[in-house]
């Protein structure tokens, strides 16, 4: 995070207002630095790559195929592994055709400071795809340095994090820039029919939102121990997932997905506050500290000024029952919906059950419109939104850590900043202790 950024103390009123503000005046085009006219059909754009591992893979496949005349042109992370195995899956993926891929060695960057290489490498669009504690750095680089920016949830793991990103979204609408988000659900056909439905009255007054993410223990990172790393830092990185200052914790990493959609349900308006319940039941604790200070468990409730509540549940245990569901309540129906399954359906008043498009895949779609708006001259920033969520799902971390309820301005005005500062290889980073309710403090 960038230590210079002036204090905000935005309150709840001031964020809902100040997101709803238009961008400015849409340019007629957009001016890449090697192009004159990169809304031109022939032009051809270049795409840097930051954070290549897993669900980047899939980001940059997606991106690869979301336009004809695009390349792949430079790629980053902080491990030369993780560069090699991401290049060789894209490889593989587009063997028929090779020209969408032109990362010569020379372009190529290792290191803390590789996003800063790859934006200077003369790419026009960066996919941000690194653990989410980078983000608000990442993408605070990427606008000033004038790319469009897709970036994948969350987009930052704390209060300081979401205020630079604000600050970034703000100045990408002044430089006419994309910010595309990684929450899917958004962009699939299925989902933005069933909001249209509910936004437009199929279940009257909505009264209470649940969502539930029960999932698997996410033992990702087994052979990254003690023995083969050679930093406290290394190794934290290689296990991002199970600390806080770069995961967020499972609900802001994985379930803000859910999140995101009593968010939707809700127009994007912010809850008022929030009480929450969470911890380690299942996932090992110390002495070795390989799980990190993260839960494994969560229990939300969310209050919004017209007294509506919503409930949030997830967890990450493994033999047990798996669910990924959104129920909506209304004065007139209740809306059910399955993420992944295609099932959505609205009982009550107004029956209605979704038979659209199931091929669909809107990790797809995200790239695509994304593409389509910077070729258009009019790049999307769905940053107001993106941002919310974030911040939604970051202030149900704070009230389960804390054990007090947590007002949307107490989260937005936090000064706790969990990225370690004057960050580099051979620091010391002990392992921040597992929060305990009525004993960790709200900073």
Not at 75 to 98: A, H, N, R, T, Y
Not at 184 to 211: F, M
Not at 315 to 327: K, P
Not at 403 to 430: C, Q, R, V, Y
């Amino acid at each position: 995070m960038n230590p210079n950024l002036s204090p905000l103390s935005p309150n709840r009123r001031d964020f809902i207002k100040s997101s709803a503000v238009a961008g400015g005046t849409l340019a007629s085009a957009i001016h890449f630095p090697h192009v004159a006219n990169a809304a031109a059909a022939g032009d051809k754009i270049r795409v840097g790559w930051v954070g290549c591992g897993g669900r980047g893979t899939g980001a940059a496949n997606q991106t690869l195929r979301a336009d004809s005349n695009l390349e792949m042109w430079a790629m980053g992370d902080v491990f030369g592994d993780k560069i090699d195995s991401g290049l060789s899956s894209l490889q593989e993926q587009f063997k028929d055709d090779p020209k969408k891929i032109n990362v010569a060695q020379e372009r190529k960057f290792t290191g803390l400071d590789a996003f800063q290489k790859v934006l200077n490498s003369g790419i026009d669009v960066v996919l941000l795809t690194t653990s989410p504690g980078f983000r608000p750095q990442h993408i605070r680089a990427a606008i000033e340095a004038g790319k469009h920016v897709f970036c994948e949830k969350p987009m930052a793991v704390d209060g300081p994090g979401v205020r630079s990103v604000m600050e970034s979204i703000k100045l990408a609408k002044q430089k006419n820039l994309a910010i595309v988000d990684g929450f899917v659900w958004r962009w699939t056909t299925a989902n933005r029919d069933a909001y249209k439905k509910i936004h437009d009255g199929g279940l009257g007054d909505i009264t209470a939102v649940y969502s539930s993410y029960y999932t698997g223990a996410v033992d990702r990172y087994p052979k990254w121990n003690r023995t083969n790393t050679k930093t406290d830092l290394e190794w934290q990185i290689r296990r991002w997932y199970y600390f806080t200052w770069l995961s967020g914790d499972h609900i802001v990493e994985q379930a803000v997905h859910s999140i995101d959609k009593m968010m939707w349900t809700m127009k994007d308006e912010p809850p008022e506050s929030v009480v929450c319940t969470g911890g380690r039941q299942v996932r090992p604790g110390e002495p070795g500290g390989e799980y990190g200070n993260i839960y494994d468990h969560f229990a939300a409730e969310y209050k919004w000024p017209n007294n509506v509540k919503g409930y949030h549940f997830s967890r990450q245990f493994d033999r047990c029952a798996n669910a990924n569901t959104d129920t909506v309540f209304g004065t007139k129906g209740v809306y059910e919906g399955e993420s992944g399954s295609k099932r959505h359906v609205i009982t009550g008043e107004n029956r209605w059950r979704w038979n659209g498009d199931k091929t669909q895949n809107g990790y797809q779609t995200e790239h695509d419109e994304l593409y389509a708006s910077i070729r258009a001259g009019k790049p999307i920033n769905t940053g107001d939104r993106m941002i919310k969520t974030t911040l939604c799902a970051i202030m149900a971390r704070m009230a389960a850590y804390t054990g007090k309820e947590i007002t949307w301005e107490m989260a937005l005005n936090s000064k706790e900043d969990l990225f370690p500062k004057d960050i580099h290889w051979d620091m010391k980073l002990p392992v921040a202790p597992v929060a305990r309710p009525g004993q960790t403090p709200f900073i």
